[in-house]
């Protein structure tokens, strides 16, 4: 299984490169196959030259710009989303506030057959450290508020650090989000659409470069939008998005053929979209089962 990288940066020339290159490491000596893809979300400073240097330093990383959309974390990781060239897509944030070690823990899980894997910052394993304690207040409120409305066990499904086989992906459009609500649209699609999940504890530390691009006043009733959005078709659709246990069990056995890779794992250039052949790829990716 390949995992791509999906990580949205704005302004993140000061945190970018630590990120990646701790990403490479981890997952270089873990021996895990991938791509790490950074969108380049509208920066205004030197974030694309790093971005540069990193592509030609590791095979396995390029990045693109978000053309088509306005800026915007949403927009930026939706064309990280419809760029992905793996069978699973982990979101990592630019600032360097997820542990990579996580990512593994991640990559293994989704090997064991699970759709989905959350992480939770809030359990007694987790570490978090300079987490700003207004945000954190206004975090437990909103969680234990989705918690409610779902009944869910997971606790921090705002947390942006989630891992998606392709198939949720695709089972998850559309995607409606346009900003920092992705974080619950994804999760919250996956859960009540009926893909497995798992989850895992998992450590954050605070940014140590830049600002944090989430604005609490802007996002509140986005938020609120999305999570009632998703509540209603829970609710009201009677199923009609739900993945079928028919389908479930009607998983092709083998593996679609990966796309090819060099031995250090890192993808290769995929043929260009005028290519007749791109997409009989995504139909076969949309398709391939569960992990063994």
């Given at each position: 299984m390949i995992l791509s990288i999906v990580i949205p940066a704005h302004n993140e020339e000061g945190s970018i490169r630590e990120t990646v290159e701790n990403l490479e490491a981890c997952l270089?000596?873990?021996?895990?196959?991938?791509?790490?893809?950074?969108?380049?979300?509208?920066?205004?400073?030197?974030?694309?030259?790093?971005?540069s240097d990193l592509a030609t330093a590791?095979?396995?990383?390029?990045?693109?710009?978000?053309?088509?959309?306005?800026?915007?974390?949403?927009?930026?990781?939706?064309?990280?989303?419809?760029?992905?060239?793996?069978?699973?897509?982990?979101?990592?944030?630019?600032?360097?506030?997820?542990?990579?070690?996580?990512?593994?823990?991640?990559?293994?899980?989704?090997?064991?057959?699970?759709?989905?894997?959350?992480?939770?910052?809030?359990?007694?394993?987790?570490?978090?450290?300079?987490?700003p304690v207004h945000k954190l207040v206004l975090n437990r409120i909103a969680n234990l508020f989705i918690r409610m409305l779902f009944c869910l066990s997971l606790n921090d499904?705002?947390?942006?650090?989630?891992?998606?086989?392709?198939?949720?992906?695709?089972?998850v459009q559309p995607i409606l989000s346009c900003h920092f609500n992705l974080t619950v649209e994804l999760p919250l699609k996956a859960v009540v659409r009926g893909f497995k999940y798992t989850v895992v504890p998992i450590n954050w530390y605070g940014r140590k470069s830049g600002v944090s691009k989430l604005k609490i006043k802007e996002m509140g009733s986005r938020y609120l939008f999305i999570?009632?959005?998703?509540?209603l078709e829970k609710w009201l659709s009677r199923g009609d998005y739900r993945l079928q246990k028919e389908e479930g069990q009607q998983r092709i056995q083998s593996r679609c053929a990966s796309p090819a890779r060099t031995k250090t794992g890192a993808l290769l250039p995929v043929p260009s979209?005028?290519?007749?052949?791109?997409?009989?790829?995504?139909?076969?990716?949309?398709?391939?089962?569960r992990a063994a």
């Open positions: 270089t000596e873990h021996g895990i196959p991938r791509e790490i893809i950074v969108v380049n979300d509208h920066s205004t400073d030197g974030t694309a030259a790093v971005l590791h095979e396995s990383v390029r990045w693109i710009d978000n053309t088509r959309y306005p800026g915007g974390f949403g927009y930026a990781v939706r064309t990280g989303l419809e760029d992905f060239r793996g069978d699973a897509a982990c979101i990592v944030m630019a600032d360097s506030s997820d542990d990579p070690a996580d990512v593994v823990v991640y990559y293994q899980k989704l090997e064991e057959g699970y759709d989905c894997v959350f992480g939770s910052r809030f359990t007694p394993k987790s570490r978090v450290s300079n987490y499904t705002t947390n942006a650090f989630k891992c998606y086989h392709r198939r949720v992906i695709e089972g999570v009632l959005y998703v509540l979209t005028s290519s007749p052949g791109i997409s009989v790829s995504l139909t076969l990716a949309a398709v391939t089962p």
